[in-house]
C-alpha cells in the first residue's frame, strides 16, 4: 500500500481489529491532514464515540453577504464529508478480523454516488457540527442521513447520501 493511500485509511492495519476508538480517532487525523480540510478550517473529531465535524463560522465561508449566513456548498461539503467518514468507520466497524485487510481496500475505494441536500434554515452561528447516521449498509454502497446544526442546536441542512466502495 503507498503512503498516500495508508495515511488516507487512517495508517490502519489488522492488529487495530476491534480497536474503535483508535480507528476514528485514525480516521479524523487522516481527514483533518487534507489540504482543503486545513484551508477551510474544518475538523472531524470523535466524541462520545461517534465522528462529528466541526467549522467555526469565518467572513470566507460567507455565501450570502446581505445575509451574512453560511455558503450552501461550505454546508453541501460538510455534509458529504462527515457521511463519507461515518460511513469509512462503519465498515471498520462491522468487519470481522479475516476481512479487515479488504475493508482497508473498501475504505480506499470510498466515494460519493449521489446526495441530496435540504437547506432548512440560514446558516447562521458562531459554529456548526455535521453528524451522520447509517441508513443502509450493503456490500457495495452504503446510505447515510446526514445533518449540520449551529451552535444553537438549530438544523440548519439534512442531507441524503449514497457512497460506493
Not at 2 to 22: A, C, R, V, Y
Not at 83 to 95: F, P
Amino acid at each position: 500500500m503507498s503512503k498516500s493511500t495508508s495515511d488516507w485509511t487512517g495508517n490502519l492495519n489488522p492488529e487495530n481489529q476491534g480497536q474503535i476508538q483508535l480507528i476514528l480517532e485514525q480516521l479524523c487525523m487522516a481527514f483533518n491532514s487534507s489540504p482543503f480540510f486545513s484551508h477551510n478550517n474544518m475538523q472531524m473529531q470523535v466524541v462520545d464515540e461517534q465522528i462529528q465535524a466541526y467549522i467555526e463560522m469565518k467572513p470566507y465561508l460567507i455565501g450570502n453577504v446581505a445575509f451574512q449566513i453560511l455558503h450552501g456548498g461550505v454546508a453541501a461539503t460538510i455534509l458529504d464529508s462527515i457521511g463519507g467518514i461515518v460511513a469509512m468507520g462503519e465498515l471498520y466497524k462491522r468487519a470481522k478480523a479475516e476481512e479487515f485487510a479488504d475493508t482497508i481496500k473498501k475504505v480506499t475505494r470510498l466515494a460519493t454516488m449521489d446526495m441530496r441536500v435540504d437547506y432548512i434554515a440560514p446558516g447562521r452561528g458562531e459554529y456548526f457540527i455535521a453528524r451522520a447516521d447509517v441508513l443502509r449498509m450493503g456490500r457495495k454502497s452504503c446510505t447515510m442521513r446526514m445533518d449540520l446544526t449551529n451552535n444553537e442546536e438549530q438544523l440548519i441542512a439534512t442531507a441524503i447520501g449514497s457512497y460506493s466502495y
